[in-house]
Each structure stands twice: as structure tokens, then as C-alpha cells.
């Protein structure tokens, strides 16, 4: 998730379980096959992350009111089902 995708003020996730910019690391990786949600709450301020439903940390929203979401895939293929609500 980033305020502005020419900023470096984003929050994102990895597969091998690294969330920045809270520089910690998740309760879960993920791989091939799992599902990965993000939800950004602008109540609380903070992206929450799961894997296959289940939490795997969160980061501190420092963005304004807007987000863009954002994918990158290396190698392979990505089944993305994006919800916006």
C-alpha cells in the first residue's frame, strides 16, 4: 500500500514474511497457492496482513486518506482477486 506510488511512504509485505517499514518480521510467510489479504484501516491507521485468513502482522498507515494498492510478481503467475470496499 503506498499514499503515493512516487514516494518511498509505503507498507508492504513479502513472501518470506518481512513487513516494512516496521521492520519486523510476520507470523507467517507465504508461498505458492496461499492467499494474502491486506486491509487498511484509516480508523486505526494500520494495514493488517493475513495469510490464508489467518493474522500475520501489521504496520502503521502514515499515508493520508488515499492508498493505491500495489502487486509485484517475480518469477511466475498471480491469480489476483482485488475487493475495494
Known amino acids: 500500500m503506498t499514499p503515493d506510488y512516487l514516494s518511498s511512504g509505503y507498507v508492504s509485505y513479502g513472501g518470506a514474511g518481512f513487513i516494512y517499514p516496521a521492520k519486523a518480521m510476520s507470523r507467517a510467510t507465504y508461498t505458492q497457492g496461499d492467499r494474502v489479504t491486506a486491509t487498511l484501516c ?22 493520508g486518506d488515499e492508498a493505491y494498492p500495489a502487486i509485484s510478481v517475480f518469477p511466475g503467475e498471480l491469480v489476483c482477486d482485488l475487493a475495494l470496499r
Open 42 to 63: 484509516f480508523d486505526s491507521r494500520r494495514v493488517t496482513f493475513a495469510v490464508n485468513g489467518r493474522e500475520a502482522g501489521s504496520a502503521p498507515w502514515r499515508g
